[in-house]
Nanobody, 124 residues
Framework: QVQLVESGGGLVQAGGSLRLSCAASGRTYRIYSMGWFRQAPGKEREFVATISWSSSSTYYADSVKDRFSISRASAKNTVYLQMNSLKPEDTAVYYC?????????????????WGQGTQVTVSS
C-alpha cells in the first residue's frame, strides 16, 4: 500500500498562488504516476494534472494547463502542484493520487491510492 498526505491548501485571493505538496510513503517503488484531482461542492471529482514518476512527463486538464505546474522530488517521494493565477472556480478540495498503471492516467478510477484532500478556497 501507498500512503499519501497532502498539505499546502488555504484561502487566497483571485490572481494569487498556492503550492500543494503530497508526500508518499509505504510501497512507493510501485508508483508509476502521481496525479492531482479536485472536487468542488456538488460536482464530480475532476482531473487536474499528472506526472510520470520516472520520466517526469506531465499531462494537464485544459482548464489549468497554462496556470498550474506539476513537479516531483523523487528523493523526497513528494509531488507538488504549483497553482498560479488562481480563479474562484478553482475552489475545491484537492486530492493527490498514485497509480501503478503505465502512461499518464486522467481518470480517477485508474488511481489506486488517495490522500485525504486539502481545501483550496479562492476569493473574488
Amino acid at each position: 500500500q501507498v500512503q499519501l498526505v497532502e498539505s499546502g491548501g488555504g484561502l487566497v485571493q483571485a490572481g494569487g498562488s498556492l503550492r500543494l505538496s503530497c508526500a508518499a510513503s509505504g510501497r512507493t517503488y510501485r508508483i508509476y504516476s502521481m496525479g492531482w484531482f479536485r472536487q468542488a461542492p456538488g460536482k464530480e471529482r475532476e482531473f487536474v494534472a499528472t506526472i510520470s514518476w520516472s520520466s517526469s512527463s506531465t499531462y494537464y486538464a485544459d482548464s489549468v494547463k497554462d496556470r498550474f505546474s506539476i513537479s516531483r522530488a523523487s528523493a523526497k517521494n513528494t509531488v507538488y502542484l504549483q497553482m498560479n493565477s488562481l480563479k474562484p472556480e478553482d475552489t475545491a478540495v484537492y486530492y493527490c493520487a498514485a497509480t501503478t498503471r503505465t502512461g499518464l492516467p486522467s481518470r480517477s478510477n485508474e488511481y489506486d491510492n488517495w490522500g485525504q484532500g486539502t481545501q483550496v478556497t479562492v476569493s473574488s
